[in-house]
T-cell receptor, first 116, second 114 residues
Framework: DAGVIQSPRHEVTEMGQEVTLRCKPI?????LFWYRQTMMRGLELLIY????????DSGMPEDRFSAKMPNASFSTLKIQPSEPRDSAVYFC??????????????FGPGTRLLVL | GDSVTQMEGPVTLSEEAFLTINCTYT??????LFWYVQYPGEGLQLLLK?????DKGSNKGFEATYRKETTSFHLEKGSVQVSDSAVYFC?????????????FGSGTRLQVQP
């Protein structure tokens, strides 16, 4: 299996532009997570899905952020309009269903976003 | 809410030295505990995990024991190698509340010198 795939790996954009990050989870996994990593706040959950349905979006910073999962093999995280404070590494992770909290999450390589 | 506290880094050791990275947690219910490792420029990889009290997770010479009485999950390795240089994250999920998302500590950078 190729693991979790994220694209692009790097994104540089200007403030005010729309940014779309993409994720393909591991085939057969039922859960998909979006995390953000910054120096100031560390690793934090943005949103996660179960069977394509958003379960917890309490970490989504504000209305400028939106996430979708139109099918089991694809998810997007969109920022519109982007701001310099959105600069971070965004990770996608997926996990199988199973015993509720013990399933391993498999992380993608991340998208490094820089908003100028 | 749930939280994880890790020792501040960086931790700098010589090759073959003993490693301990402290991790304590606060959680409702009975969490599952994890150690993830992040190598430069890469995503996180699971290193080991433990799902109930007194369980010991182990992998690649690393070990950690789930201590409910002290709410701790310290990471240890008897003899580190240069290739162990990375950032290590302690994390938990809280099964009773059904929240599958990981709550992470701040990470501890390990630097192993030859």
């Amino acid at each position: 299996d190729a693991g979790v795939i994220q694209s692009p790996r790097h994104e540089v954009t200007e403030m005010g532009q729309e940014v779309t990050l993409r994720c393909k989870p591991i085939s057969g996994h039922d859960y998909l997570f979006w995390y953000r990593q910054t120096m100031m706040r560390g690793l934090e959950l943005l949103i996660y899905f179960n069977n394509n349905v958003p379960i917890d979006d309490s970490g989504m910073p504000e209305d400028r952020f939106s996430a979708k999962m139109p099918n089991a093999s694809f998810s997007t995280l969109k920022i519109q309009p982007s701001e310099p404070r959105d600069s971070a590494v965004y990770f996608c992770a997926s996990s199988a269903a199973g015993r509720m909290s013990a399933e391993t999450q498999y992380f993608g390589p991340g998208t490094r976003l820089l908003v100028l | 809410g749930d939280s994880v506290t890790q020792m501040e880094g960086p931790v700098t050791l010589s090759e073959e030295a003993f490693l301990t990275i402290n991790c304590t947690y606060t959680a409702t219910g009975y969490p599952s505990l994890f150690w993830y490792v992040q190598y430069p420029g890469e995503g996180l990889q699971l290193l080991l995990k433990a799902t109930k009290a007194d369980d010991k997770g182990s992998n690649k010479g690393f070990e950690a024991t789930y201590r409910k009485e002290t709410t701790s999950f310290h990471l240890e390795k008897g003899s580190v190698q240069v290739s162990d240089s990375a950032v290590y994250f302690c994390a938990l999920t809280t099964g009773d509340t059904g929240r599958r998302a990981l709550t992470f500590g701040s990470g501890t950078r390990l630097q192993v010198q030859p």
